[in-house]
């Protein structure tokens, strides 16, 4: 097998590679240091290769399974970290000019448990600055430049964890971290053709990642397939005393479905009408091949509530706080996108009796959700609306006319709720479309269960980008 | 990024005038006339709402007033054509909130958070 097709398996064949040692963590280490420095500038998806730490931690793992020692299924397997995670002794520099030089003196929750599992961090992966909560409204949003997508490097690889999304999708690393506040995971694994998985706030620690939104932000795996998603995340979830959101819940993977009864799901009303052609046409065809697993109701009605203005209410308030020093200093100037130079300053005089009537409303949105999962299992959704966005314009000019009708996204964030998006095949441009459920809090077991099952019938997952195989 | 030819700091009594005028404007909603469209999955493509375009004329004067708290807070810190996009945020931000306190509350529903002695 060539070098670069090793970082297109799924981390379950990587692993049983290297525990029965016909695969070395420090080759496999090497690979991805390799594809990280020659092709990570191509997509603007690198901030920091991580090359001595890298080969340490690899020869390390060697050296541990050559003894018999396995700690699980991500031992020796390399991966990348979006770049608002802190690592010890390593720039984190938020994607943002004003902590381009960024240091902590501590690990990240999900370094520290990643660690512990035998994982190798090859990379600090690029993001849109300070995770898009400034305003950005152009993919150029970053010190590093727009994240491009290896199925078509004119175009955008989502934000704003575009470096995990473009990372992945061209085998520079098998996994990623990336964080979402409303969209940041699902949004670059849609532009990316990768599988993300949302998970429910709370299920991991954020201890160490940079806050943009309190209430909002969660950490999460980026990778090729669900299970490879499931396997990242039952090694990142779990108690932490530093994180006080944290549930104190773990998340254990027993793997896909298995004459389980039919999954229950839910298709809002207005989510497909409007989206492009071949997003419809996919999203269809990807319902219709789990036939013998979903019972599909259509046209489900979507609580009317005012998800948009209280995510947007919270994010701006919660997000002007967590940067006010920059804000009050004015190093705002020094970002890359001109909305984000501004975007933050309207937060600084929102009222408090919005931000609060914005939390109060999350009760009864929780309860209008809690009633939704009563009746069904999963919702299911495009993860978007269009294919990725042209890498040189501004969002609003690009897909005029297109919607995806109700705020799925922002629900799902607002009420802490898990989701799943996977690639279900392309569309224009070259670019992939992606399918994404959604389910009820701590049922991440039965969305990875879903999408393995949905993985074993389909190849999309598996398909390599061109120029970049 | 502060444009000082373009600056047009405000004085204490041009502060009192668009004071005035935009008191005048907010009984009958200002904010109404300039909400922005809602938010939907796809016109955010990410975290957060993105910015809005430049400030369109027709701002509504709620807008303008915060804006200029803004600006005397921090008078060198923006060019024109920036404090312009302020404006504009401060728009959406209205426009957001009208709909917000559109959806109707009881006295006891608490915030979505609990304070812990």
């Known amino acids: ?469 | 990024m502060s444009d000082v030819s373009e600056r047009r700091p405000l004085d204490r009594r041009g502060f009192l005038q668009l004071l005035v005028g935009s008191l005048a404007t907010i009984p009958v909603s200002a904010a109404a006339q300039t909400s922005p469209a809602p938010t939907t999955p796809t016109t955010p493509p990410a975290t957060t709402t993105p910015a809005a375009p430049a400030a369109p004329e027709h701002s509504g004067g709620e807008a303008r007033l915060l804006t200029e708290v803004l600006r005397a807070r921090y008078p060198d810190r923006l060019s024109e054509t920036q404090w312009g996009s302020v404006v504009s945020d401060f728009d959406g931000d209205l426009g957001g909130a009208k709909r917000l306190r559109a959806s109707k509350l009881k006295n006891s529903d608490e915030p979505d958070f609990t304070f812990h002695a």
């Open chain 1, 1 to 469: 097998m060539a070098d670069t097709d090793l970082l297109y398996l799924p981390v379950r064949e990587l692993a049983a590679r290297l525990k029965s040692r016909q695969l070395s963590p420090v080759k496999l280490t090497e690979v991805c240091l390799e594809r990280l420095d020659r092709l990570g500038p191509q997509l603007n998806a690198v901030v920091t290769v991580m090359r001595d730490s890298a080969l340490r931690e690899a020869k390390t793992a060697e050296a541990e399974l050559a003894r018999g020692r396995h700690r699980g299924p991500l031992h020796g397997i390399p991966y990348g970290a979006k770049d608002l995670v802190a690592t010890k002794g390593v720039p984190t520099t938020w994607g943002a000019e004003p902590f381009r030089k960024q240091v902590f003196d501590h690990d990240a929750t999900v370094v520290t448990r990643l660690r512990e599992a035998g994982a190798v961090l090859c990379a600090k992966l690029a993001m849109v600055e300070l995770a898009g909560g400034m305003g950005y409204n152009h993919p150029d949003a970053s010190f590093t430049g727009p994240g491009l997508t290896p199925w078509n490097t004119k175009f955008w690889s989502g934000g704003s964890s575009s470096g995990p999304g473009a990372a992945v999708a061209a085998g520079l690393v098998p996994f990623a971290i990336g964080s979402e506040t409303s969209g940041s995971i699902l949004t670059p694994s849609a532009y990316s053709g990768v599988t993300g998985l949302r998970p429910t706030y709370g299920l991991v620690s954020r201890h160490g990642a940079m806050a943009l939104s309190w209430s909002l932000d969660k950490l999460g795996p980026m990778g090729r397939t669900a299970d490879d998603c499931a396997l990242v995340l039952a090694a990142i979830a779990g108690p932490d005393a530093n994180d006080v959101t944290q549930s104190g819940r773990s998340f254990a993977w027993s793997g896909a479905r298995n004459g389980a009864k039919k999954l229950r799901v839910a298709v809002p009303k207005g989510c497909t009408e409007k989206v492009q052609p071949a997003v419809r046409e996919n999203f269809d065809k990807a319902l219709a091949s789990l036939g013998s697993e979903v019972t599909v109701t259509r046209d489900v009605e979507w609580p009317d509530l005012p998800w948009g203005p209280a995510v947007g209410a919270i994010v701006t308030a919660e997000g002007a706080s967590a940067f006010l020093d920059m804000l009050e200093a004015g190093d705002a100037s020094q970002l890359k996108c001109p909305a984000d130079r501004t975007g933050g300053y309207s937060g600084l005089l929102l009222p408090a009796v919005d931000y609060l009537h914005a939390m109060r409303l999350r009760k009864p949105m929780r309860a209008a959700m809690q009633k939704l999962f009563q009746s069904y299992d999963l919702v299911a959704t495009p993860t978007r609306a269009t294919v990725a966005y042209p890498a040189d314009g501004e969002f609003a000019k690009a897909y005029p006319g297109i919607s995806g009708g109700p705020p799925v996204i922002p629900a799902g964030n607002l009420t802490g709720l898990p989701a799943l998006a996977m690639p279900n095949g392309f569309g224009e441009n070259g670019l992939p479309t992606s399918i994404a459920f959604m389910g009820a809090p701590f049922s991440e077991g039965t969305l990875c269960s879903l999408g393995a099952t949905y993985q074993s019938r389909t190849e999309w997952h598996t398909r390599k980008p061109g120029g970049f195989a």
